[in-house]
């Protein structure tokens, strides 16, 4: 089937936007905009623009509230709560109200920790939240990870057969540990670390998947 000049440069239209969009997400995370309250990256959401992300002091509504209301709060107990960052693992230590209101969790100790986590995504070599945040959907984040560990598998110069059979006419690339067994603070180079990949052809790597096969 033939496109029509309409649908080329609709086409055309839809892949210099999907550039335009990474470059200026690229741009914004070298001085993001970091909530006042939870110091977490404001991302934008839905069409909104980078523009109106600067504009904003908070993350969502719930950070809006605690920060405001804890203002108000005269009363508190001696009971605490410790929560770490998830850059430096330092113990944020906070009092708890009397009301024993569950507090949103903090997840860094302070915007340098913030951003010093983006900028593994800048570098590529972001974390696997960050990976999932920043991806169409579900399936292309997958997809990110794998073309990065096809990519490992060339670099290091690995005969491509498979493994358990030799066979190398098509073969595919399997995690030795999965992906979804790593925590979301994992960075993309120690998944797709070359002693956690191993070339299968389709029939063994469906066996291993399947708990088939142990190498």
Known sequence: MVMSWEER??????????KQKEIA?????????????????????GKERFSEVRKKKFCDSTCSAYYN????????????????CEC???QLIRRINESKVKFKERRFCSRKCAIKMVKGWITGNPTKEHIFINGKNWQSSRSSIRKHA???IRDSNVEMKCAEC?????????????VSSF????????INSLDNLVILCPNHHWEFDHGLLKL
């Open 9 to 18: 440069r609709s086409l055309g239209g839809k892949a210099t936007a999907i």
């Open 25 to 45: 997400l690229k741009k914004y995370l070298e001085s993001p905009k970091i909530c006042a309250y939870c110091n977490s990256i404001i991302m934008p959401k």
């Open 69 to 84: 209301n804890a203002k108000r709060i005269s009363i508190r107990t001696d009971e605490t709560k410790e929560e770490p």
């Open 88 to 90: 430096c693992g330092k």
């Open 150 to 152: 096809t990519r490992v």
């Open 166 to 178: 030799g066979y190398s006419n098509y073969v595919e690339i399997c995690h030795i540990k999965s």
């Open 183 to 190: 925590s979301k603070e994992s960075r993309l180079e120690e």
